[in-house]
Nanobody
């Protein structure tokens, strides 16, 4: 089993930055692909960013150039740096894993494990 706990969410003004963290424990490998999903009210969950075992990263078109995914392998923490936030970024953000998939494959695949989520609310 993999246990993931997200933190760092909250209210933020548009144009500013916010960093989400995901503490990972359990049956996880540094070779596993990990990333973030989000779900806004009334919308389906969508993949936001992924980082695979080779360090490759992929981003949804809506966040590319603004969000940065990174991983601290020593501390077992996954991060999502969200810059130049927009109101449309408002959503529940989930830390997820895709097993041995590549970052490219991950964004089009259903994650294997999910965290409980952390709420992000961006006001204009």
């Amino acid at each position: 089993l993999i246990h993931m706990v997200e933190s760092g969410g909250g209210p933020m003004q548009a144009g500013r930055s916010l960093t989400l963290s995901c503490a990972v424990s359990g049956d996880i490998s540094g070779r596993d692909c990990m990333g973030w999903y989000r779900q806004a009210p009334g919308k389906e969950r969508e993949a936001v960013a992924a980082m695979d075992g080779d360090g490759r990263t992929t981003y949804a078109g809506s966040v590319k150039g603004r969000f940065v995914i990174s991983r601290d392998y020593y501390r077992d923490i996954l991060y999502l740096q969200m810059n130049r936030l927009k109101p449309e970024d408002t959503a529940m953000y989930y830390c997820v894993t895709w097993g041995k998939l590549t970052a490219i494959q991950a964004l089009d695949s259903v994650p294997n494990s999910w965290g409980q989520g952390t709420q992000v609310a961006v006001s204009s």
